[in-house]
Every structure is written in C-alpha cells, then in structure tokens.
C-alpha cells in the first residue's frame, strides 16, 4: 500500500503545493445541524467548494502530477532536477513548451490538468465524452486547453485518450490507473492526500469514527484509506464508500471479489462519480481496507444540495456541487434506517467525516438544482 500512498509522499506533495499561489487550507466545517438530523454526534465537512479557484479538490491532483512529470523530463533532458519554483520562473521554457499532457475528464479533474498546463507552460489537450456539460468543457476551453468531444461514456474517452497520446507523444495524466499506466497516478493520488494532511491538522486530535468518501474510479476513496491507514492504523475511522446507483463498480466489484466493470451510460446528476471501471491502484487499497458500499438514490443528490446551501438549522450555507453531496446524501438517507445504521455501526455517538469535493463547477446547473 506505501509504494501507492504513503506519509511520504503527502508530504512532499504538500511541500510543492503550500509553494503555488493561492494556496490556502480549505475550511473543515463543523455542522450540528445536520448532526441532529443525521442522529449521530458530530458531522466535519471538508469544504473543497474554493480550492486555487478551480472549486474543486481535483486542483490539487492533476496539477501536481502535471509538475512531477515536466520535473521528470527537464530532468530527463538537462540532468538536473528542477524546482518547483523554477518551473513557475519558466526557466525550462524550451523544454516545457514543447511538451502536451492529455486526459480524459467528466469536467473537474480537466480544469486542474489545463490549469497546471497554464500555470507551468505546456500544451494541454482535454477528451470529454457525450455528457459533459457545455459549461465544464467551456471552463477548459478557457484555460487553453484543446477540449475534443467523444462519444460514449467517460471510460470510452480514457481509451480514446490513451490511444491519441501513443500517437502523438502526449502525457496522460489520470487518476485512473490500468495495466501499463500506474505511476503517474500515484502523483495524482498524492495531490489529493494534501486535503488530507490539513483535515488531520483541523481536527486537532480527534479521530472520526466514519468516513463516508465518494466512489466514483475510486482515486480518491483510495487515496483517504491508504492515508489515514498509515497515519491512524487500528484507530483509523470505518470507511463507507458511496456511488451512483448506475454508476456503482465499486460496490460491484466488492460484491464479486473482483473487479467488475459497469457497463452503458452510467446516467447520474453525480458527474464526477460517473465511471465504470475501477482503478488497479485503487482497488490494491480498497479490496482489503474499504469497510462498507453503499449508494445514493439521484433524488437524494438534489435534496442534499439544497440542505447544505440552506444550512440545516444554525449551519452555514456551503455551496456544494452534486458530486460533492454523496456522503451527505448517504448519512440523511441512513438517518432513519435502523437496519442500515446497525450494520454500519453508525450510532448517536458517531463522528462522521464528509468531503465536499467541488462546488458549483457548472453555475447554471447549481442553480437549477438547489431552487
């Protein structure tokens, strides 16, 4: 598990990013009000809605993972290793501006591949597939990025991606890892851990007893397992991973002991959470460390928008885009279930952690859907 995540590399991560402008540790909310409606005792919400802007926790993963591989080819290159702030200096101009990083996205994880390209000087070319919003393909268009549209669904343009850049000497850069691609998503998971890093330091000593993390190719439920497995070990919080009802591999996958691909359009409001086919990575952590799976009707994604940006009772109002509600979702959804709540040992004296993973990153559909 260390050779994926590690304190190790976190802190390195950390060391680069605190470095970018803009940086800023994202706010830990505490939020009574939906503790009460939810029966437990304490609900932290990690509030990623403003991270460098780009309003979501994805800026600080494909952009760190951009750095790392321009880092990596100057190197190549010049035998010298750069640093972070020489990049920002463009002291490499002739070597970066020659390069092209590549993707595929359901919108979030794009903006901070385009924008790490922007912020270093390289070119950047986007893959989106059929149901990608005008509005996200817009915003990385607007970063300079070369968006091309597929059709299918978001594993069909991870394909379409991996094949244009064999031909064209690109350099992916996904969170999603398959055989023949797996360390430069391990970059990509190390960016996220620095949202985890200042969760632990937020929380000032206490430890969760659950975690309710997004599912989604599970990048990001791996790199939260693997993190606070090192860092808490036997008192580290039960993890409940939560997807889409059409779009739920992980679940799947852990039902069959194996991985399992989900096929068709894997229609859900929850854009982000849109994938099919589990990471190898992810699945090295989650197949041993995830405790349960659950999913969220799409009702409850709507409903959960408008709780946080109602605030339930004296909480603050939170924008929070729809890939960003899963955990709330799941917690009101189990609020009344007995059943569910015995089996996942959740209690009026449970501390649950969520992560807000975005904000509005489609403005026009945020504001559809919280009315």
Not at 209 to 229: D, P
Not at 239 to 262: D, F, H, Y
Request: glycine share 10%.
């Amino acid at each position: 598990m260390r050779d994926i995540v590690s304190l190790e590399r976190s802190q390195l991560a950390l060391a680069g990013i605190s470095s970018w402008p803009g940086y800023c540790v994202a706010p830990l909310q505490l939020l009574p009000g939906l503790a009460a409606k939810c029966h437990v005792r304490q609900v932290f919400y990690k509030d990623e809605s403003l991270r460098f802007g780009l309003k979501s926790f994805k800026a600080l993963g494909g952009s760190y993972a951009v750095a790392q591989q321009l880092i990596r080819e100057i190197t190549d290159v010049t035998g010298d290793t750069p640093t972070m702030d020489e990049l920002f200096r463009k002291k490499y101009t002739d070597i970066v501006s020659k390069l092209t990083v590549a993707t595929a996205t359901d919108g979030n994880h794009g903006r901070s591949v385009a924008w790490g390209a922007q912020l270093f000087g390289c070119a950047c070319v986007i893959y989106i597939h059929a149901d990608v919003s005008a509005s996200r393909e817009k915003s990385m268009i607007d970063l300079g990025a070369d968006v091309i549209r597929v059709s299918g669904n978001y594993d069909d343009s991870v394909r379409d991606v991996a094949d244009a850049a064999a031909k064209n000497d690109w350099i992916v850069i996904s969170d999603n890892s398959y055989p023949g691609y797996l360390e430069i998503p391990k970059d990509v998971m190390a960016g996220y851990t620095v949202m985890l890093r200042e969760t632990v330091d937020q929380l000032d000593g206490q430890i969760p007893t659950h975690v309710l993390i997004q599912g989604g190719c599970g990048g990001l439920a791996a790199s939260v397992c693997g993190y606070f497995w090192e860092r808490w070990e036997k008192q580290r919080p039960r993890l409940i991973i939560v997807e889409p009802e059409q779009a739920n591999c992980l679940q799947r996958s852990a039902m069959a002991g194996k991985m399992t691909v989900v096929e068709g359009r894997l229609e859900t409001l929850m854009a982000g959470l849109a994938c099919g086919e589990v990471s190898l990575l992810a699945w090295e952590i989650l197949k041993t460390g995830a405790d349960d799976f659950v999913t969220l009707p799409e009702p409850m994604v709507a409903t959960s928008m408008r709780v946080l940006a109602q605030g339930e009772g004296k909480d603050p109002s939170i924008e929070a885009g729809e890939s960003a509600v899963a955990g709330v979702g799941a917690l009101c959804s189990l609020s009344d279930d007995i059943e569910a709540r015995k089996a996942l040992g959740i209690t009026t004296e449970s501390t649950v952690l969520l992560f807000g993973t975005e904000g509005a990153t489609d403005a026009e559909l945020y504001e559809k859907l919280i009315r």
